[in-house]
């Protein structure tokens, strides 16, 4: 528990100090995947519950918040008054383009990834498929329409590639091998202009393995937009992840107290 705790509390602070001005861009678009299983939290700020009963799989957007402070935050364990963290007022970033996963890694112990987004312009006629994986598995092999498209991929990494746009049918398998094939297949649409970045997160032993899709549209010109919803590709879990950012910056003071909290 303790090194769970300690790392969590570590992955969050270096995702503030990743996430600062020296990585200003025009507007900002930053969200936090939680990929790690029995952490249950209730936000409060304002004096009132806006967020309740995160835990491994919900999905929270706070790109409209960036730039902003939030005001009398705290973290409690869920469904309960007892404050995990008081972390008073927190002020979001308010530029950069990054998506933070917070993820198992190969072994099972947290860890955080921090990705930058690519929003460089996609040639006419192509779209962008991002593939990452951060999920408590060995490397894997991303096949895209039954050829490797990225090998040997391991965890903490990505692979990214610009296509024709169209249609293609996707799927992973360990490293080297051909089955099983532990997601998929399923079929991406690769739409022109537009970025499509599909995570593993969870645990594959442990039966939470879980899978998204992040897209970025307008990028035949200019990055226009973010969109998070149901991904496309099947898994055991079935479940769909995307977090918060501002969770993140008040865990980072947290320390071992909030999953104490959550579990009692």
């Known amino acids: 528990m303790k090194k769970i705790t300690l790392a969590l509390a570590m992955m969050f602070a270096l ?3 990743l996430v600062g001005p020296a990585n200003a861009q025009d507007g900002a678009r930053i969200h936090l995947l939680h990929g790690i299983p029995d952490v249950d939290v209730d936000v409060e700020a304002g004096g009132a519950n806006v967020i309740e ?3 491994f799989g919900d999905t929270q957007d706070l790109s409209s918040l960036a730039g902003s402070t939030l005001e009398g935050l705290k ?3 869920a469904g309960t008054d007892t404050v995990a963290i008081d972390a008073g007022d927190v002020a979001l970033p308010a530029a950069g383009n990054f998506t933070a996963v917070a993820h198992l890694d190969a072994d099972g112990v947290p860890a955080l990834t921090v990705f930058e987004n690519d929003t460089s312009t996609i040639a006419a006629g192509e779209g962008r498929l991002v593939v990452r994986h951060a999920a ?3 490397e894997v ?3 895209a329409d ?3 498209a990225f090998a040997a991929v391991p965890n903490g990494a990505e692979g990214s590639i610009d296509l024709p746009a169209g249609t293609i049918s996707a799927s992973v398998v ?3 091998a051909t089955e099983p094939v532990v997601i998929g297949p399923a079929d991406l649409p690769i739409t022109e202009g537009s970025s499509l970045t599909v995570y593993a997160v969870g645990s594959l032993d442990g039966e939470t393995l879980t899978v998204l899709t992040e897209s970025i549209d307008g990028l035949g010109s200019a990055p226009a937009a973010v969109n998070t919803g149901n991904s496309p590709i099947e898994s055991s879990s079935g479940a769909n992840t995307l977090l918060l950012l501002g969770l993140a910056l008040a ?3 947290a320390g071992s107290t909030v999953l104490v909290a959550a579990r009692r």
Do not use: T
Request: hydrophobic share 65%.
């Open 75 to 77: 973290v409690k364990a």
């Open 136 to 138: 408590a598995a060995p």
């Open 141 to 143: 092999d991303i096949l």
């Open 15 to 17: 995702l503030a100090a």
């Open 251 to 253: 865990l980072a003071a």
């Open 174 to 176: 360990p490293a080297g």
């Open 53 to 55: 009963g995160f835990s």
């Open 146 to 148: 039954g050829a490797v």
